[in-house]
């Protein structure tokens, strides 16, 4: 059960029901202080949960959590973080993010932390609108003037998913794309069939783009032998791959260790690792050279800024994860404008509905880069109208099975 509001440490209480007081306004500023939290669940195939922090200044913050599959876990961890929040400075993000890590019983998991991180990044909002600035000014001002962004692209086959390339790049000037190297029903085909059609599949993109266009492969950590994405990183190896993003199940660092050991083609991952405390050990054991934290998973902005600085020392770039909606769009954009070992970010285009029906006024990619928004904040707003169109449903990433009928890695 969670440590709600006390903490008993060496005999002595700590905590809002002990007396403890959060820091004080700055001499000179005024106090703002959250007054209530809302969530809201759009249903969009997957879902996404969007967060509002509601100020007594008529001050709002909006954040967006990730949705792991239980959403409606989520939304209740945002409702029960309610009572500790309520009455706190929103500009306290430090004292804040400590308080829901630390006061929560045990290290949070997926649920805990997409909480965290879309509260988080909506006192960011709450804190650039007070200021009159974007939030990129207050991470340390810009690193660049655009950002860099790519797309998912899919197909059955090998010039399906070519096309599916050239098409992306001629709608959106894009200069790299992520594709699967799976071929349909890889879970119950055999083992070389399914490593031959990683070659092919990249090939054929390749041809389709030209010499020097990026070519980023995820496996979605459906391997857990690194002897299986040894194989399929060397299948891929000889069409210049941007990178091979989660060849592997990302629980065992030392079985990341050993694939880092035997392949020359860029190795990626960190979309299910939370907090500094868990990169950390990836870092130290040269596992990675691009990390990939999803800044509505790993604990908000200024988590993903340390973990940035922590890669930043080890030599390793950041790609963040970013699978989910407008208002992620826009907060690693902010991220990505603040972070010298910034790389490039997944994107999902908002030009269309319903994406387009969700917020107001978001950036639009522009020739492979999204502009860095100049208003205070975030710079866009939730259209809440819009959302009652677009009632959730349950959502799970998927189902795999082998040949012989057992769950496989998905």
């Not at 972070?339 to 107001?360: C, G, K, Q, S, W």
């Amino acid at each position: 059960m969670r440590r709600r509001h006390f903490l008993m440490t060496s005999g002595l209480a700590v905590g809002a029901a002990a007396g403890a007081q959060p820091p004080g306004p700055a001499p000179g500023r005024p106090e703002i202080r959250i007054t209530d939290i809302k969530t809201f669940l759009v249903g969009l195939g997957r879902n996404h949960l969007f967060v509002k922090v509601d100020t007594d200044q008529g001050i709002h913050g909006i954040g967006e959590a990730y949705s792991c599959g239980p959403d409606q876990a989520t939304v209740a961890a945002i409702s029960d973080f309610k009572a500790w929040l309520v009455g706190q400075d929103p500009r306290n993000i430090e004292y804040i993010w400590a308080m829901l890590y630390n006061f929560s019983r045990f290290p949070g998991g997926s649920v805990v932390n997409a909480a965290i991180s879309g509260i988080e990044q909506a006192l960011w909002d709450i804190s650039g609108k007070a200021a009159g600035l974007p939030v990129y000014r207050l991470l340390g001002g810009k690193c660049r003037e655009k950002i860099r962004v790519y797309q998912g692209v899919g197909g059955t086959e090998p010039s399906q998913l070519a096309e599916s390339a050239r098409a992306a790049v001629e709608k959106h000037g894009y200069t790299a794309v992520k594709i699967a190297p799976h071929p349909p029903g890889m879970h119950a085909a055999p083992y070389n069939a399914v490593t031959r059609a990683a070659g092919q599949r990249i090939r054929a993109v390749r041809e389709a783009m030209g010499p020097d266009f990026d070519i980023a492969v995820d496996i979605h950590a459906q391997f857990f032998e690194p002897t299986r994405a040894i194989r399929v990183a060397r299948a891929i190896e000889p069409y210049q791959p941007f990178w091979l993003e989660e060849p592997i199940r990302p629980e065992n660092v030392d079985a990341m260790a050993k694939l880092a050991a035997h392949v020359t083609v860029p190795l990626a991952s960190g979309e299910c690792n939370y907090t500094k405390f868990e990169f950390q050990p990836i870092l130290h054991a040269q596992a990675l050279d691009i990390i990939q934290p999803d800044i509505c998973l790993c604990g908000g902005v200024l988590e993903m800024k340390k973990i940035a600085a922590m890669a930043e020392a080890h030599y390793v770039m950041v790609a963040p994860h970013n699978p989910m909606g407008p208002v992620a769009n826009v907060v690693n954009t902010h991220f990505a404008a603040s972070t010298p070992n910034f790389l490039i970010l997944e994107y999902t285009p908002d030009d269309a509905p319903p994406r387009r029906d969700l917020v107001r006024d978001p950036p639009m990619v522009r020739a492979g880069y999204l502009p860095i928004p100049d208003k205070p904040g975030w710079g866009i707003e939730l259209n809440e109208e819009a959302f009652r169109h677009y009632p959730p449903k349950p959502w799970r990433r998927g189902f795999g099975f082998r040949a012989d009928g057992s769950v496989d890695f998905i």
